[in-house]
């Protein structure tokens, strides 16, 4: 069960449009396409995959399943939507509930394990040796963990544990955390440990219906099995502008921590046909992704271009994410940014401008990254400071002055 029902906010314009798991990633991909094809490359093929804000750009990228070779008349992928019922359904309120309401489908499956993933992180897993690890323990449930720096410990569900890794207590995103052991939000389940405790949580008035808050608190605290699971692999929690740009930035290493080239693992997707890169006379193409579709005739470097894009003569690319079918025109500079699909920087106009860094507190960046919203036109010989966000569907007489301040929102529709 894979829960893809994310808002995402914290991606800002990113995922306004479109559910997180939905966000383009590393020029071809999706975020969902890596647990997807952890799925596959584990032996897992039924699969369901639980929906719920912005789904339609996630179910025209999954469909029936086929790259994932998830398209077959015995299991495969399903796309499972909240649903309104005579006594029950409604929008889900965790991810527990997500879950529990989805016990139909569940039961005609008739699991003996379920296992359970979040479909917004970029990592490679192989499945079977968690299940192998849940069942050599006798475990009720089994959360897959990793450690994390002292850091970064509050943001995580911390888990103690004792020698034979058998969990002792768990703690959601503590304040002063005393362990460094993080969830990764990834659970293995006994069919039936699993309904009993979904149908009590359900019952509970105070629940939040949440596995980290609720379920996996409550079963540490009533003597269930519960069981960590060590994984010491790269993963990343992409959930921020931040991660997201550091996470692309990785994979343009000489020798990356995420491998994208491993024919042994590899990520599915479902790619669009396009015809050879074209890197014409005078480009300069170094340290970077470059996708099928894409037009370069001037400089490219430490960035990553989707499909479509086109760079064209004089027009600098740097340290960056472009997304499908962008142009940038004559001239123009982009430094530092994550550009959203069907983006159009006119001539002359310098995205990251300036040394300023004012930190963008609505958006949480502060590292320079200007984010541009899908859709959106700007104006020839325009400035935009950095730590900048701006809309999505804007046309350039959209555009007021000639500049845009570092740290601020420009006709923004919402950040939460």
């Known amino acids: 069960m894979i829960l893809a029902g994310g ?30 094809s952890n799925c596959v490359n584990s032996g897992i093929t039924n699969v369901g995959v639980v929906t719920q804000y912005r789904p339609r ?13 998830l398209d077959r008349q015995s299991g495969g992928a399903s796309l499972l939507q909240p649903y309104q019922g005579r006594m029950d359904g409604g929008w889900y309120e965790g991810t527990a509930d997500a879950i529990y309401q989805n016990s139909d489908y569940l039961r005609n499956v008739k699991p003996d394990l379920v296992l359970i993933l ?16 849940h069942s050599d323990n006798k475990a009720d449930v089994t959360v897959a963990t990793l450690r994390v720096s002292v850091e970064e410990a509050s943001r995580f569900g911390i888990l103690h544990a004792d020698n034979t890794m058998r969990v002792t207590a768990f703690e959601e995103k503590p304040k002063q955390p005393k362990s460094t052991l993080a969830s990764m939000g990834i659970y293995v389940f006994n069919y039936a440990t699993l309904m009993k405790v979904l149908t009590e949580d359900a019952k509970a008035p105070d629940s939040e219906r949440d596995f980290g808050k609720n379920i996996i608190p409550k079963m540490v605290s009533d003597n269930f099995r519960v069981f960590a699971y060590p994984f010491s692999s790269y993963w990343v929690d992409v959930g921020t502008v931040q991660s997201y740009w550091e996470t692309h930035m990785d994979l343009l290493a000489d020798q990356p921590s995420l491998d994208l080239l491993d024919r042994d693992w590899i990520i599915h997707t479902r790619s669009e046909e396009r015809p050879p890169v074209n890197i014409r006379t005078g480009a300069i193409v170094s340290h970077s992704l470059i996708t099928d579709g894409c037009t370069i ?30 142009t940038i025109e004559a001239g123009a500079v982009v430094d530092r940014a994550i550009i959203d699909k069907h983006v159009r920087i006119g001539a002359g106009a310098h995205i990251g401008y300036g040394n300023d860094y004012t930190p963008n507190q609505d ?8 984010v541009i919203g899908k859709d959106t036109t700007v104006p020839a010989n325009f400035k935009v400071g950095r730590n ?14 000639d500049t845009i301040k570092s740290g601020t929102n420009y006709k923004v529709e919402m950040i939460d």
């Not at 750009?57 to 070779?69: E, N, V, Y």
């Not at 740097?318 to 962008?326: K, L, P």
Request: net charge positive.
């Open 388 to 401: 900048v966000v701006i809309g999505s569907d804007l046309k350039s007489e959209d555009f007021t002055g």
């Open 118 to 133: 979040s479909a917004d992180h970029i990592y490679k897993m192989d499945y079977s040796k968690l299940i192998q690890f």
């Open 297 to 326: 005739e001037g400089s490219v470097e430490y960035s990553v271009l989707s499909p479509g894009v086109r760079v064209a003569r004089g027009a600098v690319v740097r340290y960056s994410i472009i997304m499908t079918d962008c």
């Open 57 to 69: 750009s996630l179910q025209d990228h999954i469909r029936t399943g086929a790259p994932w070779d």
């Open 363 to 370: 958006a949480g960046i502060s590292t320079g990254i200007t």
């Open 7 to 36: 808002r995402g906010t914290r991606l800002t314009v990113l995922s306004n449009k479109r559910a997180k798991p939905a966000v383009p990633f590393a020029g071809k991909y999706r975020i969902i396409d890596f647990a997807l």
